[in-house]
């Protein structure tokens, strides 16, 4: 596995956003020089982790639990084939997109080495969001109507990363796991199990100490309803 490329994006104010600033740094470009990342302090006060990127909208972006979103260029390339368009790197708001591997089968917990001295740990996934229908209807990839679901659906939604150890990466540097967690939590089966499949809820909170704290909330105000039966 290795980075295609690394994309940051401006602030830009749009009518599609909730967000209270009314802009979004949704629209991100790769970058053909050396970025660093680091971890950008607790969530509703540190933005984006990788520098440069404009993150807008922090009661749902950013923080040390979200600090950095990869996504697969082999599920950019099927959604190419879907809606029959071209899709750029950087093209869902990724801050890096990926090459080699099923991001799906990722386990929460999971560490990844990015060049000489990054270290990333998966925390979860993107929740699709009002601002990315709004996006890729703007794009004119498709329309926001029914976005959401679709692209919920389809169960390929990128991975969220927390800062373990800042370093500088850039495009062709190559992605090495450190560790992997012992339990079988994966980042796709968490997506599914808050968003489709609520049942399986009880079934992720062996991964809740590395979960990202939106996700972990959902596991653990349904276990607290419901039981784990």
Request: charged content about 25%; hydrophobic content about 40%.
């Amino acid at each position: 596995m290795h980075i295609l490329s690394v994309n940051v994006g401006p602030p830009r104010r749009v009518e599609y956003t909730d967000a209270p600033s009314g802009a979004t740094g949704i629209g991100k470009s790769p970058v053909d020089m050396p970025v660093r990342v680091a971890a950008p302090g607790e969530p509703g006060v540190g933005a984006g982790g990788v520098a440069g990127d404009a993150v807008c909208d922090l009661r749902y972006h950013g923080g040390d639990d979200r600090a950095v979103y990869a996504f697969a260029r082999e599920d950019l390339d099927a959604w190419q084939r879907e809606l029959g368009c071209v899709l750029p790197h950087g093209a869902f708001g990724e801050n890096l997109t990926t090459n080699g591997a099923d991001l799906r089968e990722t386990l929460v917990g999971e560490r990844w080495r990015v060049g000489p001295e990054l270290v990333l740990e998966a925390t979860g996934s993107r929740i699709p969001c009002r601002t990315f229908a709004g996006w890729v209807a703007e794009q004119g990839w498709t329309s926001a109507k029914g976005w959401l679901r679709r692209f919920t659906l389809a169960g390929s939604p990128g991975v969220m990363f927390r800062v373990v150890h800042p370093g500088t990466l850039r495009a062709g540097d190559e992605v090495e796991v450190l560790h992997r967690p012992g339990h079988q939590v994966t980042v796709g089966g968490l997506f599914r199990a808050v968003t489709t499949d609520r049942k399986r809820l009880p079934d992720v909170l062996p991964a809740a100490a590395w979960m990202e704290r939106e996700q972990r909330e959902i596991a653990e105000k349904y276990v607290a309803k419901y039981g784990t039966g």
